[in-house]
């Protein structure tokens, strides 16, 4: 069994000579949670990137590796945790997002002391935030599926949408809670990116160019947010239990509702009202769900179904979705923000 290792190891500037000269063997040099502590021009503030919450999700881990080689002295402190090697490491590399099925690190953050493993780990991240009493904090992700970057936040001040800003201007406003790091309290702006689809290129180059502005840019804090593009009040849109779900190009017999195989493409721009999205054929209602932030369900001013078809039924910022059915089943199927026509 696959396990945590239970150890932390500190890397500082002098040791970027023997970083390898690629993402992935970078990768296999490092064991267990690894902080990098980069000594800045300003030694009175730091800045924290956290990556690799999951493992299948490398655009962070990737720009971190081409920051290091570049060698440049950042603006302030950095620290750099890099937070699921053990998952990221699981052979083929880079392509599991949990060290165990089902066990998401970005949902035991908010949890008392415990020695679970993964909550341990979760602790250990969240210690060595706050160590550093830092100003800013970074969460480096991907999303499963094709998707242009957004950032997320959990409140709308002007420092996080700064951050956000220094890598793209679409913006999520969440009030939902799943136990993640950003939701913790570290006295600093913290924001998640979201940097794209895991395998498109343009994701490691935006997570860079990003990184590169977080770090050496003496102030990151006067840059204009309100040019950013705001989406408030996302609900979960999930199966209900024990409901399966397929993707296709017409209905499948083999699971209860199926997506239209490019569901993914609805991650890209507004969904308008009477989008067609699918496929269900069931006498029953329509076993979804979309609960927004206070917990109410949403579905019915979010979904119709006519005659089979599963259509909008009001304009829809679609995020997050993936034709991936283990993640539709075990995560959610996508998050969507009600958009006025
Ligand atoms: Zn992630």
Same mark, same amino acid.
């Given at each position: 069994? &696959?396990?945590?290792i239970n150890e932390t190891t500190y890397y500082s500037e002098a040791?970027?000579? +023997?970083? +390898?000269d690629t993402p992935l063997e970078?990768? @296999?040099q490092l064991n267990g949670l690894c902080i990098i502590d980069i000594q800045g021009h300003d030694v009175n503030r730091t800045r924290v990137v956290t990556t690799l919450i999951h493992g299948n999700e490398p655009s962070g881990f990737i720009a971190v590796h081409q920051w290091l080689r570049k060698k440049t002295k950042p603006a302030t402190n950095m620290r750099i945790i890099i937070c699921n090697i053990e998952a990221a490491q699981l052979p083929p590399e880079f392509s599991h997002r949990y060290l165990q099925a089902g066990q998401d690190l970005n949902r035991y953050f908010s949890m008392g002391k415990s020695n679970v493993a993964i909550v341990e780990r979760a602790?250990?991240?969240k210690q060595a935030v706050l160590a550093v009493k830092p100003e800013a904090v970074v969460d480096l992700h991907n999303t499963s599926g094709l998707s242009p970057a957004f950032g997320v936040a959990i409140d709308d001040s002007e420092q996080a949408l700064d951050l956000i800003s220094l890598f793209t201007n679409k913006v999520i406003l969440t009030g939902l809670r799943v136990g993640a790091i950003m939701e913790q309290n570290f006295s600093a702006p913290t924001v998640t990116i979201e940097c794209g689809g895991a395998g498109q290129?343009? &994701?490691h180059q935006l997570a860079y160019a990003g990184l590169t502005k977080f770090a050496n840019e003496v102030s990151i804090f006067d840059r204009h947010a309100n040019q950013v593009d705001i989406h408030r009040?996302?609900? @979960?849109?999930e199966l209900l239990p024990n409901v399966s779900v397929a993707f296709g190009h017409n209905h499948l017999p083999t699971a209860d509702i199926t997506l239209r195989a490019d569901a993914e493409q609805l991650n890209n721009q507004l969904t308008p009202e009477g989008e067609f999205i699918g496929w269900y054929e069931g006498k029953e209602k329509l076993p979804l769900t979309a609960k927004n932030e206070q917990g109410v369900e949403q579905f019915d001013t979010m979904f119709s179904i006519q005659n089979g078809y599963?259509?909008?039924k009001q304009s829809l910022q679609i995020f997050m979705a993936t034709t991936d059915p283990e993640i539709a089943t075990n995560d959610c199927l996508f998050y969507a923000?009600?958009?006025k026509n």
């Open positions: 069994m &696959s396990i945590f040791d970027i000579d +023997a970083i +390898a970078f990768l @296999r602790q250990q991240i290129l343009q &994701s009040h996302p609900c @979960r849109v599963i259509f909008t923000t009600l958009e």
